[in-house]
Every structure is written in structure tokens, then in C-alpha cells.
């Protein structure tokens, strides 16, 4: 199985800002790494697919990069709908698996 | 645009086991391109991938939930059922279920809450 570690945990940032959130993967899962973002109360919304590829009707604030083991979920200028829980989750076998998490808080 | 509904007991007891069904509406269950999920999350914890399904019945699991695990597919519903067998209360958890298109999940139900207590 892939374990798939999220750092950090949580980043305080304002508005305006940039975020910046990392992935790390057990071993190489290629690019077929997700990004998703969870609202409280909410179901997870997919926004990154395949590393660095938008979900459809996703805002180009949210990018995604990286290959192998190492990526990286950017958010350009954070808006206050931004602030939530990212989780990563690859696909490169079975059992998928999903991160950790990172909180994305309003500092 | 593609719907997913959970739907089953809220509340289930030790031993027992849990079931649910995923009612998917505005689209087929039986398209080829597409395998139909089920994850979970415990309260105030991450996720987790339980297994999925193609239409055509092949299913695959998560090896860490030790054969607990039946998914099965009703194209003539257009649904599909989750059943986790010997819940303890560690299996309390919203679950949700989701299109997966290449193992990806792109349209998830909105999750059900499932408390496994005597």
C-alpha cells in the first residue's frame, strides 16, 4: 500500500495570500495524483487530477505540480471560500489511498 | 448532471452489518468509462477508500478492511450497494459514495452518518 504523508498540517494564512501544500509519497505513483478539497459539512470536491491537470469548472488560482513521490497543490491568492481541509489521493494502483490532510485556516 | 444519493440505517449494531445503496441519477451506471466508489470518514478524521465497482461487477477493496466487504451493482436500478460485515465501533463513520472515472472521484453523494452502537 502507498502512504501517501501531507505537510503541514495546518497553514494559517490571510486572504490574499499565497498557499502552498505538499504531498509526499511512499514510492512513485508516476502523475496520477489528485488534489480535493473539503468543506465543513460538505463532501470532498475533486481539483487537481493527474498532478497538475483542473477539475472541471475549478478556478486557475488552484494549480498542482510534481511527479514521482513529491507535489505540491498552490493556491495563487487565497479567497475566503479557499479556506478548508486539501486532501491528496493517488491513483497509480489498488488500494487507492488518501492523505492525511492539510487545513487551510484564516490566520 | 450526475446525482449520488446514499441511503440506509443510520444506526447499526456491533456484530452486525452495515448496508447501503447508492442511487446514481442523471446518468447510466453501465457506462464503460467509469467504476462507481465507496469511502468513508470518520468524525473529525481523513478519509478512506472502502472499495469499488465496474458495472460489470468487478470490484476491488481494501485489503486493510479484511474481507469485511461486499459491493455489488443493480444496473436495472442504476445503483449500488456497500455491505460491511462484524461492524465495530470503530467502523462509525460518514460514508459516501462516488463516481470514479479512472480513479478519480469526481461526483460524490453528500455522505451518510453511520453510528455503529448497542
Known amino acids: 500500500e502507498i502512504v501517501l504523508t501531507q505537510s503541514p498540517a495546518t497553514l494559517s494564512l490571510s486572504p490574499g495570500e499565497r498557499a502552498t501544500l505538499s504531498c509526499r509519497a511512499s514510492q512513485s505513483v508516476s502523475s496520477y495524483l489528485a488534489w480535493y478539497q473539503q468543506k465543513l459539512g460538505q463532501a470532498p470536491r475533486l481539483l487537481i487530477y493527474d498532478a497538475s491537470n483542473r477539475a472541471t469548472g475549478i478556478p486557475a488560482r488552484f494549480s498542482g505540480s510534481g511527479s514521482g513521490t513529491d507535489f505540491t497543490l498552490t493556491i495563487s491568492s487565497l479567497e475566503p471560500e479557499d479556506f478548508a481541509v486539501y486532501y491528496c489521493q493517488h491513483r497509480s494502483n489498488w488500494p487507492i489511498t488518501f492523505g492525511p490532510g492539510t487545513t487551510v485556516d484564516i490566520k | 448532471q450526475v446525482q449520488l444519493q446514499e441511503s440506509g440505517p443510520g444506526l447499526v449494531k456491533p456484530s452486525e452489518t452495515l448496508s447501503l445503496t447508492c442511487t446514481v441519477s442523471?446518468?447510466?451506471?453501465?457506462?464503460?468509462?467509469?467504476?462507481w466508489g465507496w469511502i468513508r470518514q470518520p468524525p473529525g478524521k481523513g478519509l478512506e477508500w472502502i472499495g469499488s465497482?465496474?458495472?460489470?461487477?468487478?470490484?476491488y477493496d481494501n485489503p486493510s478492511l479484511k474481507s469485511r466487504v461486499t459491493i455489488s451493482v443493480d444496473t436495472s436500478k442504476n445503483q449500488f450497494s456497500l455491505k460491511l460485515s462484524s461492524v465495530t465501533a470503530a467502523d462509525t463513520a460518514v460514508y459516501y459514495c462516488?463516481?470514479?472515472?479512472?480513479?478519480?472521484?469526481?461526483?460524490w453523494g453528500q455522505g451518510t452518518l453511520v453510528t455503529v452502537s448497542s
Open positions: 465497482i465496474f458495472y460489470s461487477g468487478t470490484t
Open positions: 442523471g446518468g447510466s451506471i453501465s457506462g464503460s468509462t467509469y467504476y
Open positions: 462516488a463516481r470514479s472515472k479512472a480513479r478519480n472521484f469526481d461526483y
